[in-house]
């Protein structure tokens, strides 16, 4: 497939990078808490706030909307939740419609 040229997209590094760009993040929680659940589906909530750097209670509350959007699941295990992300499911963006969770998860766990 050859490749398109974007006039507004830089392919290489770019040397300019200031204090700012450390402030932001290309993924959101939720997308951050995907990733923690897909490279280990046994961690505790706790575990998963840590990775991600936000409270418990958020994670709660994003794991409760992944699960009713339809994009995890989980089972009791014990006394402990294990966690299955959906992968099939599709982005919600409207610029992304065409790729799923599975496509976002693969690249970013290889």
């Not at 936000?54 to 939740?81: M, S």
Request: no cysteine; hydrophobic share 35%.
């Amino acid at each position: 497939m050859p490749k398109t040229y974007h006039p507004n997209v830089v392919s290489g590094p770019v040397d300019d990078a200031t204090d700012a760009s450390s402030s932001w993040t290309f993924l959101t929680n939720h997308g951050h808490v995907l990733v923690a659940i897909s490279r280990d589906p046994d961690l505790r909530q706790r575990d998963i706030a840590a990775l991600v750097g936000i409270t418990e209670g958020a994670v709660q509350r994003i794991v409760h909307e992944l699960e009713d959007a339809g994009y995890l699941r989980h089972e009791r295990v014990g006394r402990r939740n294990r966690y299955q992300v959906v992968t099939d499911r599709p982005l919600r963006h409207p610029l992304e419609t065409d790729h799923s969770v599975g496509d976002i998860l693969a690249t970013l766990n290889t």
